[in-house]
């Protein structure tokens, strides 16, 4: 499985209501975006390569159960993640929250 296979199937490990660098018209979804690389350097070339990415879940739930479960899932799949922020935006009425991640390309 890729990178991106890998990243794709931990969102939807969670829900189908998940989408690639494009919003959904919904009360409740992920959207994700690779953003980078992190590659290691060796012998003048490129040992091993990760991409860097962002996952943002937007949801009405306070303390919304697929934010566990979507750590669980970047977890088992052997995603490196951190949970970057949660916010609630006042004009949208969203909770808005942003996880980091990084997978082995």
């Known amino acids: 499985m ?3 296979d890998t ?3 931990a969102h939807l490990a969670v829900t189908d209501a998940v989408s ?6 919904s009360e409740r979804y992920f959207v994700w975006q690779e953003d980078g ?3 290691l350097a060796a012998d003048g070339g490129h040992a ?7 996952t943002d ?10 934010a566990e479960e979507l750590g669980q899932a970047l977890s088992e799949y052997g995603v490196s993640w951190s949970l970057n922020s949660v916010q ?3 004009e949208t009425g969203f909770f808005h929250y942003e996880w980091v991640w990084e ?3």
Do not use: C, M, S
């Open 2 to 4: 890729d990178w991106y």
């Open 7 to 9: 990243i794709k199937a």
């Open 20 to 25: 690639h660098a494009r919003r959904l018209k």
């Open 37 to 39: 690389t992190n590659d």
């Open 48 to 54: 091993e390569r990760a991409v860097t990415g962002t």
């Open 57 to 66: 879940l937007f949801t009405r739930q306070e303390r919304d159960p697929w």
């Open 88 to 90: 609630h935006e006042e």
């Open 103 to 105: 997978v082995l390309a």
